[in-house]
């Protein structure tokens, strides 16, 4: 109790340092008596701008209040743009734990010290996070490996940090006319559920793992094996990448590395992680990307740091395909369409309406040279926009946004003349030309026919137990009859339909057959 009392003295005053309160204030409807008060105690005026002092508060209040402002930044469609950009700035960095607690951490979680494990184990860490540190090593095969541990105490650390923001943003909803909108609770939930997946590094080596077998074949992106063996919730042991950091472009240049390639690489490695596999890394700022200076992988991606990553499934990717390429037509009607279709607009929305605020919001943008457009600047006016008809925008979507705008960033520093529409469109309309037409149809049934095949020759014999079923029933003669009848022709109707798809599935095959025999293919 008495550490909570002093944390909860900590946060108001770091408040009082900064201002926060004026911040705060404009939004509530507090009594009169409550604002002379606050002009009493909070009578210091601070010059700088409101987005600054709050990053400046929210690093003083230690990694967790960081990282809450982080998922903040993400969240453009509850934050205004100031704030969001500023957030954007914030560092995840804090000093390292001591070395014997990670050793310490290591044998608990693996049943043996690194000295047994390794053959050899570089206590100095070489890189140190609010969650977690990684050191080097070398495995007794001879294998380089990073060896990432769990810093200890986090649990309890969050859960009391999460307790205090819960209480506020209880208060906030209480006190705050917009808080319906903005949804503090469903905020501080969301930051929990991410906080509580960072902790379990499993989840983390799982994610890698799958990105590696999608870029398995790849010549664009390396990811590191995981070494399942020496793996836990709180340690995992990866192989070793060694690469040029992608911000030291000075140093890329000397190595020979290609900037304009690399920046349209990196844009294709993007979208072909949203559109081919629906499984994309979400935190790729330039801290997390490395790029290979080894002969036999020169110039490839290297990604590390895989506790964040977005999925999306095929509704998600047709709604973000159908946005784009409507997008480009400058067809506004139908990008409100396809917000209603979905059902992320109220259904009561009027089509005109939203149309009218996505041209208002758009037309200013697509009135430069397409180079100069930023896709995640288009999807960050769209959340924007979106937010006076009280549109519900999908998380996986925002960070879709928040990592587009990480690439664009990175990609335009590598090569300021980078068409982004111009590589991207092949993958759009790849996408288009996949999920519509005969061979979106014949694709869909080639991957339905294995449930078909089980079905198909149950129906006689499930028709035939419902007619028995209803015969032997001790009921009025004229009532069997009538049900009968009834049963009768849904068999009919059922047996047509059968006959039907029979017939289809029939000319499908031959016409399969037929193709392939003559080399047209599907």
Known sequence: MILKFLRLLKIFTVIVKYGLDEIAISGLHVPRTARLINTVFFWRRITSPRAIRL???????????????????????????????????????????DSDVAVAQITRSLGAAPDMLFAAFERTPVASASIAQVHFATLKNGK???????????????DE?????????????KVWADSRRLKPREVVAEFDKYLHDELDLMREAANASQLRRNFANSDLLLVPEMY???????????????GIPISQTDRLVAAGVDLKKLSSDGVEIFFTQVFRDGFFHADMHPGNILVSIDPATFGRYIALDFGIVGTLNDFDKDYLSQNFVAFFRRDYKRVAEAHIESGWAPRETRVDELEAAVRATC???????LKD???????????????????EVQPQLV???????????????????????????????????????????????????????????????????VL????????????????????????????????CVAGVLAVLVVGMHVAQRWHWGF
């Open 55 to 97: 990053r400046l508060a929210l690093e003083e209040l230690g990694p967790i209040f960081v990282k809450f402002g982080q998922v903040l930044s993400t969240r453009p469609d509850l934050m205004p743009p100031d704030i969001v950009a500023e957030l954007s700035l914030l560092q995840d960095r804090v000093p390292p734990f």
């Open 468 to 499: 028995e079923k209803h015969a032997h029933r001790e009921v009025d003669q004229d009532v069997v009859m009538a049900m009968l009848l009834h049963e009768q022709r849904r068999t009919n109707r059922l047996l047509m339909f059968v006959a």
């Open 363 to 369: 037309e200013p943008i697509f009135d430069r040279p």
């Open 228 to 242: 399942w063996d020496y793996c836990s919730s709180s340690v995992i042991v990866m192989e070793r990448m060694n």
């Open 161 to 173: 940090d999460i307790a205090l923001m819960q209480m506020a943003a209880g208060l906030i909803e």
């Open 373 to 391: 457009i930023s896709f995640g600047q288009v999807l960050l006016r769209l959340f924007q926009t979106s937010r006076r008809f009280n549109v």
């Open 399 to 465: 960070l879709l946004q928040k990592t587009m705008l990480n690439i664009e960033g990175l990609g335009r520093q590598l090569d300021p003349e980078l068409d982004l529409w111009k590589t991207a469109k092949p993958y759009l309309e790849r996408w288009m030309a996949e999920q519509v037409g005969w061979r979106a149809f014949v694709d869909h049934l080639r991957d339905e026919a294995p449930r078909y095949a089980a079905i198909f020759p149950q129906l006689p014999r499930l028709a035939h137990q």
């Open 144 to 158: 380089e490996v990073a060896v990432k541990v769990l810093r200890p105490g986090m649990k309890s650390t969050i």
